[in-house]
């Protein structure tokens, strides 16, 4: 028996046979699966509010990716200009979101934003705020929590590409009379795209799917691909509409990661892909 | 945009006392150095030898512990190395992958806001000294090393820069390509008379390349001397042994003029040795100044091991009586039979004059 049987008959079990039969649910016209349509495609794209549910998920994907990636190149700069020790604690730092759960780091987000979390107590008590903002169950907050959570996706790729950049090449650029701003411009930003570029996919994948964070920081309120498909799966009994949701949103996502992935090998010249 | 070349005149540089550490660890001790503008020096020296770290100061990457450094006499530790007007061509070139070769010889003059008109006839004219106008569109990396190395000296040289420094330009090249490389850089630094510092471990490369040559070791210039100089009269036992081939004898001297060498014969230097007697002394005789010759009185015997045809030469190595490899080149000749190995020969100093002693250094004697 070859070595890849059990792995491949775990992949068939626990991935295709599933997707098939989502595909197979999402057929059904009624959620009591009678007679096969693909009136809940039709459903979804008739409807306005199912279309900025899911535009909106994306943006948010899009969001917390480019946020990220703000965040992720001081800090990848900062890294590579380190000694080891400060390599070390920075990399720990960056580590750190990754070896504690969704659900305590999701936590630690609503005790700081939270009514009576840390953030208004300290304005509060500062005297700089009157009154309790909210930022619990808003749009920036979930932007914010979900920017920290996903930022070592984005900086690990960032740092990679950063440490494989010769330094002669910032040097040479040095050499020839260019600022620190625009060796960032012409050098160091166009050779280390490919990295910023798989960080920023991971990041959108991840943001967007985010079911956990969405849902504890963004509240009831904001719907999102992730909740709607829930609610509509386990609180509407409505499997084929959340099968097609399910669907839509999964193609959507790795439609947009292949476009930009493809784009990118099409466009970024001269550098090797990461 | 006409550009006289001959009117275009490097720095002059000064080095005065620089010394630099990296921690504990001392790079550079007390380095003077004098570079007349329009010069061509090589720094030479093997690895760790701190002329990297040399460069790197000229260059404005690091800032010396101590010392001075000088363009035509006035300070510039303080000025960062975007501001040195330094062309730099690096040892694997750093063109930017991304960049076509016009962009990366237009890089400097777009750094220093050129208008467009002049960087186009500027990266025109340089492409075209460099034998590189047809390549202006292409990407580094679909370009030879040589045709590399023309493109990094165009984006060094489009500058106007006062010094150029190479580190280590040729190593990345066939060995073939070499020589072509290093006598088309020459002529190219210069036609524009630029002051020029080659950094390199390659004494081949030193020789070819350079007016004067700085040989340093362990952070400290061992010798500054013309390529001949260096390599007629080197000032110390590691440059002479540094500096091309050498054969090094070891004897003591027993009179003004004369040396018992270990491996048998006392031979006479023509000339007063300085040293008292009973010194341990090393000789250093090139290759090519050793001929083989009959049996007789200061002739050195040894045996030989194999004789190899080095094309134009060829190369006999041997082993003296005391177990001191030597080896002679000669031309090769006709009608000269080749010495077989195992057999005994005789071989004889053909110019003493071109013979240099060193006192044997300390820990050589206690081997002896």
Redesign the interface.
Known sequence: MPPVIPLAALFLAAFVLPLIALVAISLFRTPQFAELSLAQYLRFFSDPFSIKVLTDTLWLGAEVALATLILAYPLALVYVASGQFMRTLITFLIMLPLLTSTVVRTFAWIVILGRDGIVNSAMLSLGLWQAPARLLYTWEGMVLALTQIQLPLMALPVINSLLRL?G??T?????????RA?IFI??IL??TLPGAIAGWLLVFAAAATAFITQTLVGGGRLILMPSYIYQQAVGVQDWPFSAALSLIFTLAVTGIVFAIGALSRRY????DAA | MELALSDVRGHSLDLRGIGHAFGATVALDEINLTVAAGELIALLGPSGCGKTTMLQII?G?LRPSKGEVRFDGARVEHI?????????V???Y??????TVFENVA??LR??KRPNAEVAAKVEQMLGLAQMAAFARR???ELSGGQQQRVALA?ALA?DPGLVLLDEPFSALDKNLRLDMQIEIKSLLKTFGVTSIIVTHDQEEALSMADRIVVLNKGLIEQIDSPDALYDRPASLFISSFIGHTNLLRGTVTDADRVQLDAGPEIDLGRSVQRRRGTPVTISVRPENIAFGAERPGAIPITIRATVPLGAVSVTEGVTASGEAVKISQARAAGVAKAQAGETAWLAISDVSRVSIFSTPVDDVSKH
């Open positions: 010769d002669n090449l040097r040479a650029a040095e050499g020839l009379g260019a600022s625009r012409t050098v166009p050779l970024v010249r001269g550098v | 260059a990457f960062p190395a975007n501001r040195r007007r330094i062309g730099m690096f040892q694997n750093a063109l930017f992958p991304h960049l890089y400097g750094a220093r990407l580094p990396g984006r500058i």
